[in-house]
């Protein structure tokens, strides 16, 4: 009994070692005194945007990332939360999600004096937004309204073009939306009903393709670049992946999930970024941090390391040469962590 208890404390301070000899570490800060929940880079990865709760967004000069500056800021939210930014390709124009308030869609050319074009308010709650490739669609992840497909051809009056109702009775309620290569079909997080897919090659006349009902509450979701595969955070269940080859019969085939440090923190797997080389996910976890999991053999993933940010990670991307990933921290602000070293 007594070498039993010996092993089981070896293997517990292995799995804490692991902890405090992190390759991540933070290279620059900025407290943006307000609770941040995501971040989204421009292209050339010198400016992030950065939600900042009811006070809408700071644009934040990354390029020294060793001393990140505020250059800009958008304030004039009515009160509502944001929740998501995306950019069109030109980068001169932000498609805000704004929970109660649904969509603004503000001019971004001139960072120090950003102004709003038009908006849209849906009938529920924007959480998420993803713009079609030639930047004339906005799909809307509105939470107990479903998926909602904007015409933003024109930014200064948007048009409600397409939608799909999920079953917010049973808890349906959308966080996330991303899109095929071909934008045919849209990946959904929807919260207690799992990875929802949808046919979405007709906006006007959207249809259901497939479901994976998880264990959790969904609220991320990424897609391998042959989109065999769909890796989704599940809230208290952790990271979950998810076959999708055959999208009408979606199927887990992998599992990861992080145990909270002590009694006192929640584990709660938040949003997530896939590596360039899909060998990775990055998960904000929460009380946990920034946590990087392996995810190259699909079927297992492993912890890999973490960087506890001091305060609760909700949001996170990539650098595009996976050197570099940004964290929305919500009583913080941005952190940016140097993960070049990882394996």
């Known amino acids: 009994m007594k070498q039993k208890h010996i092993f089981q404390l070896f293997f517990i301070s292995l799995f804490f070692t692991e902890f ?25 990865e010198t400016k992030a945007f ?14 020294n990332p060793s001393n990140p500056t505020k250059i800009g800021a958008f304030t004039d939210t009515n009160g509502g939360r944001v929740f998501d930014i995306a950019l ?4 001169t124009i932000a498609y805000v999600a ?25 009938n529920g709650r924007a959480r998420g937004v993803t713009l079609s490739d030639d930047g004339t669609k906005l799909f809307v ?9 904007l015409d933003v051809t024109n930014p200064n009056t948007p048009i409600k073009i397409g939608h799909y109702v999920t ?7 959308v966080w996330d939306v991303v899109l095929s290569e071909d934008e045919s079909k849209a990946y959904l997080a929807d919260h207690s009903k799992g990875l929802l897919i949808l046919d979405v ?11 994976y009902d998880t264990n959790g509450t969904t609220l991320d979701v990424a897609i391998s670049s042959d989109e065999t595969k769909a890796y989704v955070t599940d809230y208290d269940n952790g990271l979950v992946v998810i076959d999708i080859s055959n999208p009408v019969l979606p199927t887990k085939i992998g599992h990861f999930i992080m145990p909270p440090i002590d009694s006192e923190e929640y584990s709660w797997a938040w949003r997530l970024k896939l590596s360039s080389d899909e060998s990775k996910v990055f998960i904000a976890y929460r009380d946990n941090g920034l946590v990087a999991v392996d995810v190259s053999n699909p079927s297992a993933p492993t912890f890999i390391d973490k960087q506890s940010t001091g305060v609760y990670t909700f949001g996170v991307t990539l650098s ?3 050197t570099k990933a940004y964290t929305a921290d919500y009583y913080r602000g941005l952190s940016i962590i140097d993960i070049s070293a990882l394996p």
């Open 20 to 44: 405090l000899l992190a390759n991540m570490p933070i290279i620059g800060q900025i407290d943006t005194d307000h609770y941040s929940e995501q971040v989204t880079l421009n292209s050339a």
């Open 50 to 63: 950065i939600t900042n709760y009811s006070s809408g967004f700071d644009i934040i000069d990354i390029s």
């Open 88 to 91: 069109n390709s030109s980068e």
């Open 98 to 122: 704004l929970d109660q308030d649904g969509i603004v869609i503000v001019d971004i050319s001139d960072p120090s004096n950003v102004t709003i074009l038009g908006s849209y308010n849906t």
């Open 141 to 149: 992840a509105d939470y107990f309204d479903g998926l909602v497909v």
């Open 167 to 173: 079953d917010y009775q049973n808890n349906g309620k």
């Open 201 to 211: 090659s007709d906006v006007t006349s959207i249809s259901k393709i497939g479901q």
């Open 320 to 322: 595009s040469d996976n």
